[in-house]
């Protein structure tokens, strides 16, 4: 019987040492796969049987051979969860970067065809037609100012309020994909927990589960917590969005229009709980929901919606300062002035603002001295010097932007650096090592040699039993 015993132990070991190739191979296969975590085979000795019954004589006895009890994932849950929370956080700085780059680009300062040029050359416009009143040719350089300074506000405007558009639907996209990722993580739950059942391995599903954790987490900033049947909860606010197989959406509420954000503001709220804010702090789509919170008297709203407001308050600014000196003037026939700028009705003031004056109608001279007199033209020009000028205000606005823009894109540098090193600490760990695996593969291949060995010898022992027994003497 102890032969028999020794050819079993051979064989088990034969059957362990090809699962730990399998390992390597399975290991080797996936040495470029994204998110693949290194396995390795988890082995223990069988130990002997004990002796049971009054005459059972006692001896010593080897092992029955090995076991395989688990082929683990080497991957490390703190890093891990250090990789979602990193994520997270760039998602959140990089979305607020790209956004205040693109406003700043969109200011176009310093530069010929940035409102600051164009403000000057306004100003600077009225300062010539003071010297010459009346000049046809130098009217119609004051309406031609006039027109690219109002172009240059409307536009302005406009690339405002298309980002912020752009935006709003692009959180729309971000919060299904959201549920589409949670979707995602409650069925590999659902997965891992049968195949455990089972008593297969869970490893590759475990991999993607992390991968889909980790995009949700620079989605939402979600938080897992593993349960001990092996499916993970992940959190948002504090809330699950993924309890074990069951999800809770997320829904976008709120105005479609930035002009509409103030009375209506954007969130992101639990579709089974309406109204209720799913309290999203991190990632992607909190960059976006503060991104496109509405401006705020103290100035400290979302980004767009304050650059918006600044906009209309320069147009209404603009328009009010110069209408009051041009009214109280009178062209050069003598005729009482009108107002030069006007606004649309049913609009922003920076989306209405429009040159109302035209040719002919543009005062230069106080009332009562004289065709030639030039004191209402130069009391205009005047106004470009002030110290809260139109040009000063939108020179403070340029400048806050630019800063707001290097500060948010220094973050995201960091929080990039951050995240890729997360991901670095984790690859030393779960990533495959050629070097390492070579070593495993010549390892397991020679155990493997001498456990066959061990059972052609076995093979030969229990021929000569079987066999031979006997025929000696014949």
Not at 110 to 118: C, D, F, M, V, Y
Not at 460 to 466: A, G, K, S, T
């Amino acid at each position: 019987m102890s032969s028999f015993a020794g050819l079993q132990t051979a064989f088990l070991a034969v059957t362990a040492q090809r699962r730990a190739l399998d390992v390597v191979g399975q290991n080797i296969a996936n040495v470029n796969t994204p998110g693949y975590t290194r396995q390795r085979v988890e082995m223990s000795p069988v130990p002997s049987r004990g002796g049971i019954g009054l005459f059972t004589q006692q001896q010593v006895a080897p092992g029955r051979g090995v076991s395989v009890d688990a082929i683990s994932r080497l991957g490390d849950a703190h890093l891990d969860n250090r990789v979602r929370s990193t994520a997270a956080a760039s998602g959140f700085a990089s979305v607020r970067a790209a956004a205040l780059a693109a406003l700043e680009t969109s200011l176009r300062e310093p530069g010929e065809t940035g409102l600051s040029a164009r403000l000057d050359a306004f100003w600077a416009s009225w300062e010539d037609l003071a010297n010459r009143p009346g000049d046809p040719a130098a009217e119609a350089v004051v309406l031609e100012g006039a027109t690219a300074v109002v172009s240059a506000i409307t536009a302005g405007y406009q690339e405002v309020v298309d980002q912020w558009a752009r935006g709003r639907s692009a959180l729309d996209g971000l919060v299904s994909d959201l549920n589409t990722a949670a979707a995602q993580v409650a069925d590999l739950n659902a997965r891992i927990r049968s195949t455990a059942a089972a008593g297969g391995s869970v490893n590759e599903l475990v991999d993607q589960r992390a991968a889909v954790a980790a995009t949700l987490a620079a989605l939402g900033g979600g938080e897992a917590r593993h349960r001990d049947d092996g499916a993970v909860d992940v959190l948002i606010g504090g809330n699950p969005i993924v309890q074990g197989t069951s999800v809770n959406r997320l829904v976008v509420t709120g105005a479609a229009r930035v002009q509409d954000a103030a009375a209506d503001p954007v969130q992101v709220e639990w579709a089974h709980r309406p109204g209720t804010p799913a309290g999203v702090g991190d990632g992607e789509i909190a960059a976006h929901v503060s991104l496109l919170a509405p401006a705020q008297p103290a100035g400290t709203g979302g980004v767009l919606a304050e650059a918006a407001a600044t906009y209309d308050a320069l147009a209404a600014d603009l328009a009010a300062a110069v209408n009051a000196v041009h009214t109280t003037g009178t062209t050069t026939s003598g005729a009482p002035a009108g107002d030069v700028f006007g606004f649309t009705p049913g609009v922003s003031a920076a989306a209405g603002l429009r040159v109302v004056v035209t040719a002919g109608g543009l005062a230069t001279a106080a009332p009562g001295a004289g065709p030639l007199d030039g004191s209402v033209a130069d009391a205009i020009a005047a106004i470009g010097r002030g110290a809260g000028s139109p040009g000063a205000v939108w020179a403070a606005f340029v400048t806050t932007t630019g800063a707001a823009a290097r500060t948010a894109n220094d973050r995201a540098d960091l929080a990039a650096l951050s995240a890729r090193t997360a991901v670095n600490l984790q690859l030393s760990t779960a990533g495959v090592d050629l070097d390492e695996e070579t070593m495993n593969l010549l390892t397991y291949q020679r155990a493997y040699e001498g456990a066959a060995r061990v059972m052609t010898v076995m093979d030969e022992m229990l021929d000569v039993l079987i066999n031979r027994t006997g025929v000696v003497g014949r």
